[in-house]
């Protein structure tokens, strides 16, 4: 049940490029917001398991396309004086959606009923569905369909302290640059290890576990002997705003620092916070122990993983590569994503959280 919304983002993400090049992001993005609240609705209206597994992938697919959507259509609507900081500002919204989640579900962790729990996410759904109405699309869109007059008129409303005929004309060459790149050019030549690179780092990002914390922390919390389920998702809801927290601080040093150190701080707090872990699980087990392991982790992972992913797929190929080299670091992303879903509950109960973590 868990796992199956990342195998419907596995394919969203995969035919997320093809829909927003075809009919738009805004229309896309308006698309995933109706369908999100559909298919959240249809979580809480199912009437066996296979339905709500059946809702739950394609809710999944539609959260994959948005990942691709939504940074897309930020990057590209934005002016580029605040287009960097505009993309960590998704990642930040992102982390504080997951703590208001966690709250939410503790809120109503006494009802005990989880079909009310996930079909609530229908409401910002409709919020969002509100708001893409009334925005335009982006200027690269009209200018891949031919539309240069609409592009100018947007590149005029989105920054007027531009000359609005320079920057379309800068799109215009990015976009035929851009086509000349394909796929299977990231195999080739002198762009083989940066491909490797990003495939693999996508791969790790999610196979160390990061996931298995948000999807199951409160679990994991139960397990170390936090008995009251309110106390166990609240808690997560706390180390999720720390979690947002650090993507700001990253946010502030990766220029200062570089990129190699701010990678390297977050990692190695990742794995001390395993440490913790398995000490918390071995030693009693032990909720405090737990409670610090699991922070430092989501602390650990924002500020390096978490903040550097885009930067590191967008900086490692030129440009005419930077689509499929992200295309191809989110592909390996989300293929470990489901491996973890699959597998780390399951570990948790057969090995014990020692050797999980371990």
Not at 70 to 76: F, H, L
């Amino acid at each position: 049940v868990t796992a199956t919304v990342v195998l419907g983002q596995l394919f969203g993400a995969l035919f997320a490029g093809r829909i927003t090049n075809t009919i738009g992001r805004k229309r896309a993005m308006v698309l995933v917001a109706l369908g999100y609240a559909v298919f959240a609705a249809f979580q809480g209206l199912s009437p066996n398991e296979w339905f709500l597994i059946v809702a739950r992938f394609l809710l999944g697919f539609t959260i994959g396309v948005s990942i691709v959507t939504a940074p897309a259509y930020i990057a590209e609507s934005s002016p580029r004086s605040v287009r960097g900081s505009m993309i960590v500002t998704f990642q930040i919204a992102t982390v504080l959606g997951i703590a208001v989640a966690y709250f939410v579900g503790a809120a109503l962790s006494a009802t005990e009923s989880w079909r009310l729990i996930l079909s609530l996410s229908a409401i910002p759904a409709l919020i969002v569905l509100f708001l893409v109405l009334r925005l335009p699309d982006t200027p690269r869109w009209s200018l891949m369909n031919g539309r240069r007059e609409e592009a100018l008129d947007l590149v005029r409303v989105v920054q007027p302290d531009v000359d609005p005929e320079e920057e379309v004309r800068m799109i215009e060459e990015d976009l035929a640059y851009e086509e000349k790149g394909s796929f299977f050019e990231l195999f080739q030549g002198r762009f083989r290890l940066a491909a490797t690179f990003v495939i693999g780092l996508g791969f790790l990002i999610q196979i160390t576990g990061i996931n298995a914390i948000v999807y199951y922390s409160p679990t994991i919390i139960q397990q170390a002997g936090v008995t009251d389920p309110f106390t166990a998702i609240a808690i997560n809801g706390l180390i999720q705003l720390a979690g947002a927290a650090a993507v700001g601080v990253a946010f502030l040093v990766v220029d200062r620092w570089g990129r190699r150190p701010t990678l390297l701080t977050g990692v190695g707090t990742m794995a001390v916070a395993n440490g913790i872990l398995i000490l918390a699980f071995a030693l009693g087990p032990s909720p405090v122990l737990a409670f610090i392991g699991i922070l430092l982790f989501i602390v650990g992972f924002n500020f390096g993983y978490g903040s550097l992913v885009w930067i590191y797929a967008s900086e490692s190929f030129p440009a005419r590569l930077r689509t499929q080299g992200g295309s191809a670091m989110l592909t390996s992303d989300l293929f470990a994503n489901f491996i973890v879903g699959v597998v780390f509950l399951n570990a948790l109960g057969a090995l014990g959280g020692s050797l999980t973590f371990g």
